[in-house]
């Protein structure tokens, strides 16, 4: 094989559109072991980036000894990147957690489960039943862990304490992706599928250097680029990355001005009569108050904001608007940005004007980076419902509270879900006494570091972080847990084109390290978590049962799961959710029909003001609702369960 660091794409398989992308199996194992050599293979994907990519792992005498490529599979067709290829590797590090450890003092010491996990819940319960309860709590996880851990963690934070002090390193990375689904459609998920690549007559990538961050996507978008009838490429992004060095046209905007692209793109649009009127009349609302925001935006000025010249502004206008399939796809040079949320809702209002949503090769990808980032939101591990439910609907907590049996009461949702520094903030304050930090290293990621160690160290806080390594956070910490990782536990976890895959386990985790499903279990069994019969919360007792629990769960919502088994996910391909008896195989596409998850009584958000960030209240949202929805700005209309129309969000 190639060396993949020096060429991280490898060699090309050309195809036309239309065409199935060609299987190319990527392997690599540790050096001088044969494939003849190996013990065993086990079905997985990738846990190092949101692609997704399926693969085998291989195993040599008990410890993981390299991978494969899964050909079957939907996205990648064999295909692995390099993270996939080497990053298996740290499996086997020397440095892993092995034992679990408590604060002794100023220095950690190696202890056994029990006594570690007798210090949480003796905590715990003093919280929990002292004045503040629940307000005592907060939980930090990742976009690391499985589903099944997911949801597990989110009905101990949402049923068990009742917390709403629940979010995610997510929060740092992707949360714009989520916001802004939520604002044009409705609710979470992505419309597009993978294979918009293989169907597709132009790419707009919207600061995303996809080369480098989603490698095995890149390559199927290159693959397409070498075959006949290549799609036309747009990249807009301050560098000259390799995406920017393919692409047809490269706008090298000033950072932070992607706003008034957007605006002033979408105004050249309306203007050369490039807008599917017939869509954006049936399908969409907000197009008059669209119209009155980009009208100060012509290329003269466009060009003047963002440092690109206006000749560009009308060449990237023209080659948008011809595009007969428009895949766009956006990342961190929007999300990490001025007026991220708005910017983002803007690619949107592209495909809405065009009507290039819902069809092959018509779609949008807004991007996750961690690989389970869609999980943390969709199971409520984060500030959001399970089942991308709203915290704002009483039918929805009503719903919850029926399925877990509990009092509708104890399910947070008297204010909207406590982000991510608020927490931090609530525990510099004091209010917050036990932080739960999983798979993520805040003391290193966070803003304003310096006061988030100050934060982690109070010994007014009692921090628990479980982790493979001992990190920064975990040297702060009053209990330690050792986690087991990928190929070392069993579970799902959901791409960015909503692809499901099983991860089987390999071999077994070092030393005394257990999954982050079993230390959740194992928490919920010694706190004595109860529903309102006096049974026990959390009935199941390993992955697959959590993994049914989670079905039940979704039944009916956006991300239904129903369809799926365990079993069918063995063998062959991810499968994409939603998955139900009406859709046995998976939906490829969202949105078909322009109908759109933005009925009141559905929706996963009421929305909130772009500018000012406030929270919009339900008559707001009904009023602006008609009664057959639709789409368009940052806002969003209405779904049966759903609706025939989204908002065009403007800023």
Not at 164 to 181: E, S
Not at 350 to 360: A, C, K, N, T, V
Not at 396 to 416: C, D, K, Q, S
Not at 515 to 525: G, H, K, Q, T, V
């Amino acid at each position: 094989m190639v060396d993949r660091i020096a060429d991280p794409w490898g060699p090309r398989t050309p195809y036309a559109a239309g065409q199935r992308w060609p299987v190319r199996v990527d392997t690599y194992l540790r050096p001088g072991l044969a494939e003849d050599d190996v013990d065993g293979w086990h079905q997985s994907a990738s846990v190092l980036h949101s692609n997704g990519d399926a693969m085998d792992i291989a195993v040599k005498d008990g410890r993981i000894a390299g991978v494969r490529g899964r050909a079957a599979d939907r996205v990648n067709h064999g295909r692995l990147d390099p993270k996939d290829l080497y990053g298996w590797q740290a499996n086997n590090s020397p440095d892993r957690l092995t034992r679990p450890l408590v604060r002794d003092g100023d220095r950690l010491v190696e202890t056994d489960w029990d006594t570690a996990m007798g210090r949480i819940v003796a905590r715990s319960k003093e919280l929990l039943g002292g004045p503040g309860g629940w307000g005592h709590f907060g939980f930090y996880t990742s976009g690391q862990l499985f589903l099944e851990e997911y949801y597990t963690l989110g009905v101990i934070g949402k049923a068990g304490i009742g917390t709403p002090h629940m979010d995610g390193n997510t929060r740092l990375c992707t949360a714009t992706a989520a916001a802004a689904l939520k604002a044009s459609f409705g609710t979470d998920g992505q419309p597009g599928s993978y294979t918009d690549v293989d169907e597709c007559d132009a790419i707009a990538l919207w600061g995303h250097n996809v080369a480098e961050t989603q490698t095995v996507l890149w390559m199927r978008m290159l693959d397409r680029r070498r075959g006949t009838d290549p799609p036309a490429m747009l990249a807009v992004d301050p560098r000259r990355t390799p995406v920017a060095r393919e692409a047809d046209l490269h706008l090298a905007v000033r950072s932070g001005t992607n706003l008034a692209l957007m605006n002033g793109l979408l105004r050249e649009i309306i203007r050369r009569g490039r807008h599917d009127e017939a869509y954006v009349a049936a399908h969409t609302i907000g197009f008059d108050e669209l119209l009155k925001t980009v009208e100060g935006y012509p290329p003269r000025r466009v060009a003047e904001i963002c440092g690109i010249p206006a000749a560009d502004v009308e060449r990237a206008a023209e080659l948008l608007g011809t595009s007969e399939r428009l895949l766009s796809t956006v990342l961190q040079g929007f999300y990490q940005s001025n007026q991220a949320t708005a910017a983002a809702c803007a690619v949107n209002n592209l495909h809405l004007l065009r009507g290039q949503i819902g069809r092959p090769g018509a779609g949008i990808y807004q991007m996750n980076g961690q690989p389970t980032a869609q999980n943390t939101r969709e199971s409520g591990a984060d500030g959001d419902l399970p089942g991308l439910r709203n915290w704002d609907n009483e039918e929805h907590i009503r719903e919850l509270a029926e399925l877990w049996n509990v009092e509708p009461g104890t399910i947070p949702h008297w204010a909207p879900p406590t982000h991510a520094m608020q927490i931090f903030r609530y525990a510099e304050q004091g209010s917050v006494k036990l932080l739960w930090i999983s798979a993520t290293n805040p003391a290193v990621s966070l803003p304003e570091l310096s006061r988030v160690r100050r934060i982690l160290a109070d010994p007014g806080l009692f921090v628990v972080v479980q982790d493979l390594f001992l990190t920064e956070t975990a040297e702060l910490a009053d209990v330690v847990l050792p986690a087991a990782t990928w190929g070392e536990k069993l579970g799902t976890f959901t791409s960015v084109d909503r692809t499901v895959h099983l991860s089987e386990r390999a071999v077994e985790p070092p030393g005394e390290a257990r999954s982050d499903l079993d230390i959740f279990l194992d928490y919920a069994r010694r706190m004595d978590f109860r529903d309102r019969d006096g049974d026990p919360l959390i009935r199941w007792k390993g992955p697959e049962e959590a993994f049914e629990a989670w079905k039940r769960c979704s039944a009916g919502r956006p991300c239904d799961y129903t369809g799926i088994t365990y079993d069918k996910l063995r063998g062959g391909s991810g499968i994409q959710w939603p998955c139900d008896a009406a859709n046995p195989e998976g939906t490829e596409r969202l949105y078909t029909d322009g109908v759109f998850n933005t009925d009141p009584d559905y929706c996963e958000t009421y929305g909130h003001d772009l500018v000012t960030g406030a929270e919009c209240t339900p008559p707001e949202y009904r009023a602006k609702a008609p009664a057959a929805g639709r789409s368009c700005t940052p806002r969003t209309t209405s779904r049966r369960r759903r609706s025939p129309a989204t908002n065009i969000r403007c800023c």
